[in-house]
């Protein structure tokens, strides 16, 4: 090759290198060499996870010293911000389907008890539920075809879902969801409240089943988050490529 056909360097376009950057060992550094090794067995679990919400922060030996399995357990749980989401939004469906129609004889707040008294249709069945000003109505889930209130018949299904109240095949979410299939196109609101608590009572199952699963596992390989990933990035492209995740 001819000096012509050299590629030109750094000194050649009159270029000063950064104090303390090696070129060569910033192309050779594995970007994910940065990130924590979770498949080292020696390698100990270190804070929060703030892009996924896993509360792996009970790692150390110095903060689990002292705790039985159960405790390090619960204070990985309680950490998982997820889980917790979940918990909080099945206690306040739970309460919410408990408080208005009543469990084990005693009665509810709601003014209708009886979900399968029909009545006169109101307001062309169509829910009666406003957010503002906020007013629950005569029939906040609207009416189906024979004038029973949907709200109460939504609530029953809840706690039959959650496994308490009423057993099926009195009522169930699953149930009403089937039954008010053909009336989607007409009245779709007896169709939407059942699906919609359906699945926040999944998801938050799925949670609380994510969180307790990193309790009991923490070690559980994940995908490195695009946080983790730019910090990685930065790191080398500022010739401080730190590998102290994979010591």
């Given amino acids: 090759m001819s000096n012509d056909d050299k590629t030109p360097g750094a000194d050649d376009l009159g270029i000063e290198p950064r104090p303390g950057f090696d070129p060569d060992a910033a192309i050779e550094t594995d970007p994910l060499a940065t990130l924590p090794n979770e498949n080292d067995p020696d390698a100990v679990p270190s804070g929060d996870d703030e892009s996924t919400g896993r509360g792996e922060g009970v790692g150390t030996s110095k903060e689990v010293e002292g705790l039985s399995q159960g405790q390090i357990v619960w204070s990985r749980f309680i950490r998982h911000k997820g889980a917790m989401g979940g918990v909080l939004a099945l206690v306040l469906i739970a309460l919410l389907s408990m408080s208005s129609m009543g469990i084990f004889g005693i009665p509810g707040w709601w003014r209708i008890q009886d979900y399968n008294a029909s009545g006169n249709v109101v307001n062309g069945a169509a829910p009666t539920l406003t957010l503002w000003p906020f007013s629950l109505g005569e029939h906040p889930f609207g009416q189906d075809d024979i004038g029973r209130d949907n709200f109460a018949l939504v609530m029953k299904g ?6 308490f109240g009423v057993k099926p095949p009195n009522v169930s979410l699953g149930m009403l ?3 008010y299939q053909g009336a989607f ?3 779709p609101w007896l169709f939407w409240w059942p699906g919609v608590f359906i699945i926040f009572i999944a998801l938050s199952i799925n949670f609380i089943g994510d969180g307790l699963r990193d309790a009991f596992d923490p070690r559980t390989k994940r995908i490195p988050s695009q946080r983790q990933m730019d910090k990685a990035m930065a790191q080398i492209a500022t010739g401080n490529p730190s590998t102290e995740g994979a010591k």
């Fill in 185 to 187: 196109a007409t009245r």
């Fill in 158 to 163: 809840i706690q039959t879902s959650l496994g």
């Fill in 177 to 179: 969801i089937s039954q």
